[in-house]
């Protein structure tokens, strides 16, 4: 028996949103009637976040997002094109596959060591960067970066990881063979984890960064499981080892949080 003669668009439209993005976008092709039931806006609300509207009234983005696009427009829409929230210094996107919540802090909102001290770091602002503003090491002996984002606005039942966004400007010098240490863990709760990074390996040292072809690299700091959302605060951290030899010309766009996929073995 035909399933599409069967049963309603509706009841078609209600299985298929118990089901992936990936899966509905492959569902649509079958036929005209799976294509209007995987296209309607009740399986694509399934698959954006719960509070979608709230994200976006809360944006510098027009909140027309929400009214004149379908479902399914909006869920491409926020993955592929970032809306800014915290007054434009905090980036938010979907992961095309999941619909799961992606965050970027820019580093306007990050916590950086003597980072208003213009002799230290300059604010400046380049073609390539989402943010307006990025932050690029002068000339200093200590290096600290920290950022902080509730666990609540994150997606549940989740493995995050967290990635420092960052390039080298025309002269660079004191990070060739330079281990900084990385931490992520939830305020109050401090493991004492922590993990070497290399942003400027030498020839036999393995290079953990990678190009995001958006004219950024990015090092993965570390990782955390959000079971619930209620975890309170989650830290990122980035600091020197050696405290006493001097850096400059590392730039920061800033530290983005988004789930971490699982190797398959």
């Known amino acids: 028996?035909?399933?599409?003669?069967?049963?309603?668009?509706?009841?078609?439209?209600?299985?298929?949103?118990?089901?992936?993005?990936?899966?509905?976008?492959?569902?649509?092709?079958?036929?005209?009637?799976?294509?209007?039931?995987?296209?309607?806006d009740l399986v694509w609300e399934k698959f954006l976040p719960s509070d979608y509207k709230l994200i976006i009234s809360n944006s510098v983005s027009s909140s027309s997002l929400i009214t004149s696009l379908s479902k399914k427009d909006l869920y491409f829409h926020l993955c592929h094109y970032?809306?800014?929230?915290?007054?434009?210094?905090?980036?938010?996107?979907?992961?095309?596959?999941?619909?799961?919540?992606?965050?970027?802090v820019g580093a306007r909102d990050l916590c950086i060591g003597w980072g208003?001290?213009?002799?230290?770091?300059?604010?400046?602002?380049?073609?390539?960067?989402?943010?307006?503003?990025?932050?690029?090491?002068?000339?200093?002996?200590f290096f600290e970066v920290n950022a902080r984002i509730e666990t609540r606005i994150l997606s549940h039942r989740t493995n995050y990881a967290a990635y420092l966004v960052f390039k080298f400007g025309k002269s660079t010098d004191g990070f060739?063979?330079?281990?900084?240490?990385?931490?992520?863990?939830?305020?109050?709760?401090?493991?004492?984890?922590?993990?070497?990074?290399?942003?400027?390996?030498?020839?036999?040292t393995p290079k953990l960064f990678h190009d995001r072809r958006d004219g950024w690299m990015e090092i993965e700091m570390g990782e955390f499981f959000n079971k619930n959302g209620d975890r309170g605060t989650l830290l990122c951290s980035l600091?020197?080892?050696?405290?006493?030899?001097?850096?400059?010309?590392?730039?920061?766009?800033?530290?983005?949080?988004?789930?971490?996929?699982?190797?398959?073995?």
């Open 1 to 40: 028996m035909d399933i599409t003669n069967a049963l309603p668009v509706e009841c078609i439209s209600h299985i298929i949103s118990l089901t992936t993005p990936r899966d509905a976008c492959r569902l649509a092709v079958v036929s005209p009637i799976f294509k209007s039931a995987a296209d309607s």
């Open 176 to 204: 060739r063979s330079t281990q900084l240490a990385s931490a992520v863990y939830v305020e109050g709760i401090n493991d004492k984890k922590r993990q070497g990074l290399f942003l400027d390996p030498s020839r036999n």
């Open 82 to 104: 970032p809306i800014f929230i915290n007054n434009g210094t905090m980036s938010f996107e979907l992961e095309k596959e999941t619909g799961k919540k992606c965050y970027m």
């Open 116 to 141: 208003s001290t213009p002799s230290c770091w300059k604010w400046t602002s380049l073609p390539e960067s989402r943010f307006l503003e990025v932050a690029e090491l002068v000339y200093f002996w």
């Open 239 to 265: 600091y020197d080892f050696d405290r006493f030899g001097t850096r400059h010309g590392l730039v920061i766009q800033g530290i983005e949080f988004r789930p971490k996929k699982m190797l398959m073995h």
